[in-house]
């Protein structure tokens, strides 16, 4: 509340989301019996109609400790991207989304966290090794961010794949007797969209 009383609200708002807010319970039903009634202290209330726009002005606050590291943030995964310049404060910038996090009230999924290593091509990356991982992170050689595989190898590879199927699924319509113009629009929704 004290994130929401810096914006330019009107003060009704603000009353009615804070009141949105206070004295919530949860209890469950299941096979005819009834949990125990608990507070819900969450900022985020995942389902309701303010839960987008609460994490929204939740998370608009963190930022990189270190000039040239960068924070990027989609619904409720936050990327940190360190350019090697940068590698030593690896640590010390996971320690700061750490703290932000418990000072924000919400908790790190840990067995979330991935560390890729990207190097330069040609020569010049193959010299470099990567850095140790970071606070045992796992060290992976691909990562998918919003559908996207991020290592264009296989980003290429798995798009191939699925496009090979989906043009197996327009010959089957095709020998079914779909009409053109139909098969036509069947690939423009499907093959077209996930190729461009």
């Keep these: 509340m004290s994130k929401l009383a810096t914006m330019q609200l009107p003060d009704s708002i603000y009353n009615w989301v804070q009141d949105f807010f206070t004295n919530r ?12 009634v608990a507070g819900i202290k969450a900022i985020v209330i995942q ?42 404060t690896r640590c010390l910038e996971i320690d700061h989304i750490g703290v932000w996090a418990a000072q924000n009230n919400l908790t790190l999924n ?5 560390e890729m290593v990207i190097r330069a ?25 919003l559908g996207v595989t991020i290592n264009d190898a296989d980003h290429v590879r798995s798009l191939l794949i699925s496009s090979n199927s989906s043009l197996y699924a327009l ?26």
Excluded: M, W
């Design 25 to 36: 319970y949860h209890c469950t039903r299941y096979a005819g019996r009834l949990s125990t």
């Design 47 to 88: 389902g309701s109609g303010l839960g987008p726009a609460s994490y929204v002005v939740t998370a608009a606050d963190p930022h990189p400790c270190t000039i040239g590291n960068r924070i990027f943030k989609y619904a409720d995964d936050t990327y940190l991207v360190v350019p090697a310049t940068n590698s030593s």
């Design 110 to 114: 840990c067995g979330k966290p991935k």
């Design 121 to 145: 091509g040609g020569k010049r990356g193959k010299l470099v090794n990567p850095p140790a991982p970071c606070l045992d992170i796992e060290q992976v050689i691909s990562i998918r961010i």
């Design 171 to 196: 010959r089957v319509l095709r020998v079914h007797g779909i009409p053109d113009e139909s098969l036509q629009e069947v690939f423009r929704a499907t093959l077209l969209v996930k190729i461009t």
